[in-house]
């Protein structure tokens, strides 16, 4: 087993060699003009990577609609997805967020900001802190949030704490879900999309992907990569969006790796959630808790 610090450098060197192979032996049949919905899950641009995200947007623009999360949510929901669409993510609230939001605003563009009320007062939690990737790193004030919100972007949530919701009984949910909620409605007039913490299936229930929707929010992202395919019989608000993890630290030919894979195969927007998820959340959603 590697140590923990030469665990990320093995990784790159892995995803560089795939990243190659496939520039050089590129894939037949990539579907660059079908239709498509992808999300794209960031957590921030530093200072010094502003112009890097600027040629990562050029790329994105040569092959998507850049559209708002909201956007690309409606049209999923609503099965109107007549071309590739993408929108951009970005969890936790780190003060990087400030650099993102400034190129999305020069350019026109909305991206949605996931944020921890808890966070914003006060620290963030340990498993936060202790990154083994270096210091800690800054996290925005609501000030911080305020200004995403003024140029233009959207805010979600992410939770109240950004604990492990796997396991948590129904009070906590309410609280970690729902005065999340409550807090962002208060002080953006909406929040009308979530994304669980950790991202994977593990991470998350039945219990909490139910709460998600019984308690008013119209989105539930996850992070497990893929993009998304509109289907005829959908019937909301059954739908996990998938989002592809990509960071502006790493080698674009990373980022453009990740996306080009998923590219290749959309999945099916009423197939997204664990065949044994499905049946609670067609249950009919009381008006509320
Ligand atoms: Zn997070």
């Known amino acids: 087993m590697p140590s923990a610090g030469l665990r990320p450098l093995l990784r790159h060197f892995a995803v560089s060699a795939i990243a190659l192979r496939h520039r050089v032996l590129p ?8 239709p498509r919905v ?78 921890c009320p808890e966070m914003i007062e006060g620290q963030p ?14 996290y925005l004030d609501w000030k911080g949030i305020d200004t995403l919100h003024d140029r233009g972007q959207e805010v979600g949530s992410h939770t109240m704490s950004h604990p492990n ?5 129904r009070e906590q949910l309410l609280h970690e879900l729902g005065r999340s909620r409550d807090i962002i409605t208060q002080r953006y007039g909406d929040c009308e999309h979530f994304a ?6 593990a991470d998350f229930s039945q219990e909490a992907a139910r709460a998600v929707f019984e308690l008013g929010y119209r989105s539930c992202a996850s992070g497990v990569r893929g993009c998304l395919q509109p289907t005829t019989d959908l019937d909301p ?11 502006m630290r790493w080698p674009m030919s990373h980022a453009r790796y990740f996306i080009e894979r998923s590219a290749r195969q959309p999945i099916a927007a009423d197939a997204t959630w664990p ?14 808790w």
Not at 125 to 138: E, F, I, K, Q
Not at 237 to 247: F, T
Not at 276 to 288: F, G, I, N, V, Y
């Open 27 to 34: 894939p037949t049949g990539v579907p660059h003009d079908e």
């Open 165 to 169: 919701l796997a396991g948590l009984g």
């Open 196 to 201: 669980w913490p950790f991202g994977r299936f």
């Open 237 to 247: 608000p059954a739908v996990c969006i998938y989002r592809d993890n990509v960071e």
């Open 275 to 288: 065949g044994d998820w499905r049946d609670a959340l067609e249950l009919p959603m009381p008006r509320s």
């Open 38 to 115: 992808h999300v794209l899950l960031c957590h921030g641009v530093e200072p010094e990577e502003e112009r890097q995200f600027e040629r990562f947007l050029d790329w994105l623009a040569l092959q998507y609609q850049i559209v708002s999360y909201s956007d690309a949510v409606d049209r999923l929901l609503q099965n109107q997805v007549d071309a590739p669409y993408l929108a951009i993510t970005f969890d936790d609230g780190l003060a990087s967020c400030l650099t993102a939001s400034k190129v999305l605003q020069r350019r026109g563009l909305s991206g949605c900001f996931f944020v």
């Open 125 to 138: 939690p340990s498993h936060l802190r202790d990154s083994p990737d270096g210091p800690m790193p800054a």
